[in-house]
């Protein structure tokens, strides 16, 4: 499932002592960050032949500090049909939680959108978006006529 990314974005934020590690000032100015970051990684997925059309599954990374919280997430994930894998991974970052996303278009305003989303799912559920990662070598969606 997640194998040999080539590309990587971090979205780290501010622990809070409240269930949900991000504050919302800390968010806001974390998701502004995360679009210029973006904005830079899908630029930068052009040289690796990754073209506006094609349709690829971006990896998405949470971590959290309490286990319910990566139970909470994994659980919507796999409502969203996003598969999941968690568990217990280092002391500062106790819970980790990956998962590939749907098949999307590598549109800069389609990943934004999903970035957005992303990074408020990790907010509403005490999670941290540490970042997601293309591999570009990936194969396309098929295309059925």
């Known amino acids: 499932m997640l194998m040999n990314s080539l590309l990587l974005i971090d979205c780290t934020t501010k622990k809070s002592a409240e269930k949900q590690l991000v504050e919302m000032p800390g968010y806001e100015e974390n998701l502004a960050d995360m679009k210029i970051k973006t904005g830079s990684l899908v630029a930068s997925m052009r040289q690796y032949k990754v073209e506006e059309e094609d349709e690829l599954r971006l990896n998405c990374f949470f971590y959290t500090d309490k286990e319910q919280n990566m139970v909470d997430i994994s659980s919507v994930l796999k409502d969203m049909e996003y598969p999941v894998q968690g568990g217990k ?47 570009p070598k990936q194969p396309r969606k098929p295309v059925y006529e």
Do not use: R
């Open 89 to 135: 991974h280092s002391e500062k970052k106790p819970f980790l939680i990956a998962t590939q996303s749907a098949y999307m278009k590598m549109d800069e305003a389609t990943i934004m959108a999903w970035v957005e989303q992303m990074c408020k799912l990790a907010h509403q559920h005490g999670c941290v978006m540490e970042g997601w990662s293309v591999n």
